[in-house]
């Protein structure tokens, strides 16, 4: 879940979906009767108040998180019969799904959760087998497609207008993926100007695909990092059950700068994201220099309570 603690959506081989309270070990809710075959993805939105899931029956149906009831069915989202994923695109109300035509033509196509009842926009791909997984970044509005079965990885600008997307660039290669996983912004090199980046299973190993913008200048570079999620709970999986509604925390990647703790509030079409601290990794030199006065701090207090008889282990 995006926003609340120890909350985790599961699909199963039965068709159903359970929301779980991880901490106390009691499923939330259970889906159970929207559909009769094969779940093929499943989605949180960007506060986690709904969720998506596609089926092998080829529609996509959009969940109240909270009761377990379907408020949208989106029928024949793609004509192929392989598999759909989706994703969210962060907190602009927009649902990306990807999919295949009767001819196997790759494509993926944007909704609007309000109004289903056609896609705001379709984008052909290309024609090959492999399935593809779509990564959002909320951060800098780019959505990266990743083929599974292929190398390559394509890139795309998003705005929140017709024609939504236009396309940047693509990475090519020659070794095929079996999966794909994105880092969080956290996890990257923001002084080498990394800006995604990610993780490739093949065969036989698991390869970091970084992204990076050259840059001449040194030091931080604010316009390729705003801020992004904390990874930090907005509300308790209670508080967001009985109807709480949070964005996700952000904080500064900025390793000189300390974020503020601050409220969030909801605005007209999208989400204002509040804030939590970030502090810079320390340096081994830093780390040794504690220890040492660490380690000298306990030697005085074992000398203080053997000059007062006092024992300890």
């Known amino acids: 879940h995006p926003t609340a603690s120890n909350v985790l959506g599961s699909v199963g081989g039965d068709q159903t979906i359970k929301v779980w309270d991880i901490e106390k070990g009691v499923a939330l809710n259970t889906l159970s009767d929207a559909c009769d075959q094969l779940i093929q993805d499943m989605v949180w939105d960007y506060t ?3 969720y998506a899931f596609s089926c092998k029956d080829k529609a996509v149906r959009l969940v109240d ?3 377990a009831t379907v408020s949208t069915k989106i029928e024949n989202a793609h004509e192929g019969a392989k ?3 989706m994703t969210y695109l962060g907190n602009h109300n927009k649902l990306l799904s990807v999919g295949f035509t009767r001819q196997s033509h790759r494509q993926f196509k944007i909704w609007d959760p309000r109004n289903t009842s056609t896609e705001l926009e379709k984008f052909d791909i290309d024609q090959a087998a492999g ?3 779509p990564f959002f970044d909320p951060d800098t ?5 990743a083929g599974k079965g ?3 990885v394509r890139f795309y600008e998003f705005v929140n207008e017709p024609p939504y997307f236009y396309p940047l660039s693509d990475f090519r290669s020659n070794v095929s993926a079996k999966g794909m996983a994105f880092v969080p912004k ?3 090199n923001v002084m080498g100007c990394e800006t995604a980046r990610l993780l490739k299973l093949t065969n036989n190993s698991v390869e970091p695909l970084s992204f990076l913008v050259p840059r001449k200048a040194d030091g931080f570079q604010e316009d390729l990092y705003p801020d992004t999620s904390s990874g930090e709970p907005s509300h308790t999986a209670d508080q967001w059950f009985q109807g709480s509604e949070l964005p996700p925390k952000l904080c500064s990647l900025n390793p000189a700068v300390k974020g503020s703790s601050g409220g969030a509030s909801a605005s007209s079409g999208s989400v204002e994201p509040s804030r939590v601290s970030f502090s810079a990794a320390k340096t081994p030199a830093v780390l040794m220099e504690e220890l040492a006065k660490a380690q000298d701090r306990i030697k005085k207090l074992e000398d203080l ?3 007062k008889g006092i024992p300890f282990d």
């Not at 509005?141 to 497609?145: A, E, F, G, Q, R």
Request: overall charge positive; aromatic content about 4%.
């Open 141 to 145: 509005s780019l959505l990266y497609l």
């Open 65 to 67: 998180a909270r009761t």
């Open 131 to 133: 399935v593809i997984m």
């Open 48 to 50: 986690g108040k709904e």
């Open 186 to 188: 956290r996890g990257l």
């Open 305 to 307: 309570l053997k000059a």
């Open 83 to 85: 598999s759909m994923k």
């Open 150 to 152: 292929d190398g390559n």
